[in-house]
């Protein structure tokens, strides 16, 4: 966690996506202050074809840039493993929530995972139980509000936070 | 190209998907007659974002959909080699159109580039020049009417035609 967040306010929409399961986070720092302003999961069944998943990230990512109006959203970067058919799924719902930033014109940074866990946790490989214990007790409220799916998006939204406000803790990611 | 197309009027939208060009074709069947409604490129420069790429891919998409109100969509399989990076990337794309597509409630369906170009030219490993001649010469429109790489998605639509109207010519590809 941030030791310090002030001089700024900022609303940041940190997004964890999978095809099946995209995790969302979103934070306002107001001052001092660092609050959660929604987070939650896209699921998507595995019996979903490709485009109603689509559609759903899509339509879900749109809802939430119009109900929060985020300065900036934090994506996780895609582990790039060895499967190139694994690697075009994730693609498509990468594809689709950049569409929904972009058609709203929110800016987007990619952020690698580890990096978010180092900015809410300051362990870069901390697990998503240990981060939702440490949002709960930093930000007060209730671990059962934090979905663990969406402990890696928050994480990330904190990093950019972090960082816009602070350029000291580091550069902002790599613009998407 | 086949034989025959007859008994019932349908529009397709054919699809070939790359972040940086995608190649787009609108075929009408009406009767025995097919017709080009439009073909062409959305191209995005090399030094565009990805997240400008997807919303143009996106609006592309969805402008096609909204003048011409195609039946269905056929779009290009992926070709899958063993570079995961490009891969994602060539997501991203894929995901963007399924969205504008799946928004609109317009159904799409999977081909390979050999099955267009075997429908359109009547062999399967024909280039671009000769399903481009094929198509200017059946359709009785100028080659330089029909952008090189709008061939591929040409094909594709008429690929999706064909079987569409006459199952005998194969089944339907895979929705996605």
């Known amino acids: 966690m941030p030791e310090k967040f002030s001089g700024a306010d900022v609303i940041v929409l940190g ?4 095809i099946r399961t995209t995790g969302y986070g ?29 559609r759903r990230i899509y339509g879900g990512i749109a809802e939430l840039v119009a109900t929060y109006h ?5 994506v996780e970067s ?13 693609g498509m719902a990468r594809g689709a929530l950049l569409t929904a930033l972009s058609n709203a014109g929110v800016p987007a940074f990619s952020y690698t995972p580890s990096a978010g866990k ?30 663990l799916d969406s402990t890696d998006a928050l994480a990330l939204a904190i990093c950019h936070a972090q960082r816009a406000l602070h350029p000291e803790y580091g550069k902002l990611g790599n613009p998407l």
Chains 1, 2 share one sequence.
């Open 15 to 18: 997004i964890d996506p999978a």
């Open 26 to 54: 979103v934070i306002r720092v107001e001052g001092t202050h660092i609050g959660i302003l929604d987070c939650g999961t896209i699921v998507n069944g595995q019996k979903l074809p490709h485009s109603e998943c689509v």
């Open 70 to 74: 985020p300065d900036a959203a934090a």
């Open 78 to 90: 895609p582990f790039v493993g060895r499967n190139a058919s694994t690697a075009i799924i994730l």
């Open 118 to 147: 180092q900015a809410a946790t300051g362990r870069g490989s901390a697990t998503k139980e240990q981060v939702a214990v440490m949002l709960s007790f930093e930000l007060g409220i209730s671990i059962e509000q934090i979905p």
